[in-house]
């Protein structure tokens, strides 16, 4: 067993080195990936990294209701990104994608975040934002979970503080791939520029986030721990 | 519901892995591309296609979302970049920026970045509205079983939980809450209570779902899967001739006639330039001419 997890470490050892060589290679001169567009190579390393979880996800040993819940969880998170829709930013998606990671996890929490971004697009259309989204409402996920470690109830302080982060998070991340895919000069003043464009829709959905937990986090976590038992 | 509605032509009948391939090749030539002859030659193909799978409709309200951020494209751009010499204007400082000073070559640069992420964006809504997405999922159903399990289960549960919102919101309504009337944090704090009810009764529903996924022996032994879709003789077509259209470009870009010199002043563009540009844009018409020809021609 614990020579399987080793094996399995080494392998993202090896995807880490990997990217970080991919990315050092577009800077040596005199090599065939020198100055390789930058837009491409920052999809690929998101690819690469939701590929990881996904392949961690089917590694691991998951019961057919964990499964089950995933789906629902990702379907409402989609309904609700789709219900709230026109309310630009202000949307519970977040909110429910990490209150399901607070009680189940760093590894649901990604696959619920993941797989709902990819399950409401379906409905809101499919573009390149769509791995960036993916990775990023798993990231919020992650984060989500990393607030619950060692705690056996719901910390309002905690995790409204984090929901917010999450939201600033969102924003910012994927504005990296705006700012390489289409500007130039790549320097701090248009990176400045692009974030500074974006800060008033990661403001609301920053708030938005923090409110709702305020809201209905208890709530929801109750609901939650209670169907944890059952599983 | 899906924005994905079947159509009657070739480009719907593809296989979806053709599609997909298609689509990918348009997409990562969009990004190697700096050159405006060649952008303009991919947005142009794959605007012949998609008119040819009957959905410019569909394609110009997806232009129309993405004007914002052409605008904003172009003005920070404009805005931000020094390396121009042909100045058109300049003008009165701005604190945090310096000096106003808007260049031809920075103009011309927004532009052509503007040309990709509108190459980009309509290739994406060829994606959303001519592949099937059950389909395309069914591609990696042999790759990985319980991700894939889990985003085909989730795809059928939303239309279910859409009605769930609409049931639940019409008997809110009959109780008197006013769910689209007042302020938008108003509306918002209304609704979110519905999405609570629709938590509690779903959560019920995904037990029975596994239940029921159990009793039909769900990881009792290794899965099996099988292939509905149909190979024809089209789909190797494309995927042949999108490959090579890959190959062509990157061999341009490797050569450097596919990247174009904005700064620090604008590149002449040669006729060479056109042809190739156009020679590659004409390999990726293939489908568009496919579907013209079977229906000039039917069998």
Known sequence: ?231 | MLTYQFKDNLIYKLHPLTSIIFVGVVFVLALIFSHPAYLLGLLISVWVVLGAAGNLKEGQSYIKFSLIMVLMIVLINVLFARAGTTIIYRGVDIPLIGALEISLEAIAYGLGMSLRLLVIISVFCLYTYTVNPDKALHLGGRLGGKSVLAITLSLRLFPLMIKDFQRISEIQRCRGVKLSTGSLWQRAKKTLPIISIILLSSLERSLQLAESMQARGYGSGPRSTYDRDLWRPRDYLIIALSIMALFLGICSAIKGWSAYRYYPILEEISGLDWILASFIAMILLLPAILNWGGKKWPL
């Open chain 1, 1 to 231: 067993m614990l020579n399987h997890i080793d094996k399995f470490r080494s392998r993202y050892v090896l995807i880490l080195i990997m990217l970080i060589l991919l990315m050092v290679a577009t800077l040596i001169p005199e090599n065939p990936l020198y100055n390789l567009n930058w837009a491409l190579l920052s999809t690929m390393m998101v690819f690469a990294a939701i590929l990881v979880f996904f392949w961690s996800f089917e590694r691991s040993r998951v019961s057919s209701k964990l499964i089950a819940f995933i789906a629902t969880m990702s379907a409402l998170a989609a309904v609700a990104r789709i219900a709230f829709s026109a309310i630009v930013s202000l949307q519970p998606s977040t909110f429910i994608i990490m209150i399901s990671a607070y009680v189940f996890g760093p590894q649901i929490g990604f696959m619920v975040g993941a797989i709902s971004a990819l399950v409401s697009n379906f409905f809101l259309g499919q573009g390149p934002w769509t791995p960036w989204q993916m990775l990023c409402w798993g990231m919020c996920g992650v984060l989500a979970s990393l607030v619950a470690i060692g705690q056996n109830e719901f910390r309002l302080v905690r995790f409204t503080v984090m929901a917010g982060f999450c939201g600033l998070f969102y924003g910012w991340v994927i504005n990296i791939w705006h700012w390489a895919a289409f500007m130039y000069p790549l320097n701090i003043k248009t990176f400045l520029a692009v974030y500074a464009s974006s800060l008033a829709f990661d403001f609301i959905h920053a708030i938005g986030n923090m409110v709702f937990s305020v809201l209905f986090g208890s709530t929801f976590y109750q609901v939650l721990r209670r169907f944890k038992k059952y599983i």
